[in-house]
Nanobody, 128 residues
């Protein structure tokens, strides 16, 4: 059974950095698409950054381009990261990692039904 477990959230002042991790287990195939999503209170969930296991299909929402970096550990491909720099108060949200079923090279982050597996989330709070 596929499981995703996020960690690394916390509280930070604006301008600071955090790195989120997502431990992925239970996959028996090597090709799928993964992404980080976030949801702030009273707002809809939005895709933040996504990438495939091959590392050549990477996408970011405009609001985080140049500040966030998504990556996958190269050795085992079982930990997904989101490095968040220059954090803003509007980045405050619950952050979730998600993954598709095997075989997907790219999935738009707006196509959330394609993401079959979700973690429980980790809270990120940015204060001014």
């Amino acid at each position: 059974q596929v499981q995703l477990v996020e960690s690394g959230g916390g509280s930070v002042q604006a301008g600071g950095s955090l790195r989120l991790s997502c431990a992925i287990s239970g996959y028996t195939y090597s090709n799928y698409y993964m992404a980080w999503f976030r949801q702030a209170p009273g707002k809809e969930r939005e895709g933040v950054a996504g990438m495939n296991t091959g590392g050549d299909m990477i996408a970011y929402v405009d609001s985080v381009k140049g500040r966030f970096t998504i990556s996958l550990d190269s050795a085992n491909k079982n930990t997904l990261y989101l490095q968040m720099n220059s954090l803003k108060t509007e980045d405050t949200a619950m952050y979730y990692c998600a993954a598709t079923s095997p075989g997907w090279t790219f999935v738009p982050m707006t196509d959330t039904p394609r993401f079959n597996y979700w973690g429980q989330g980790t809270q990120v709070t940015v204060s001014s």
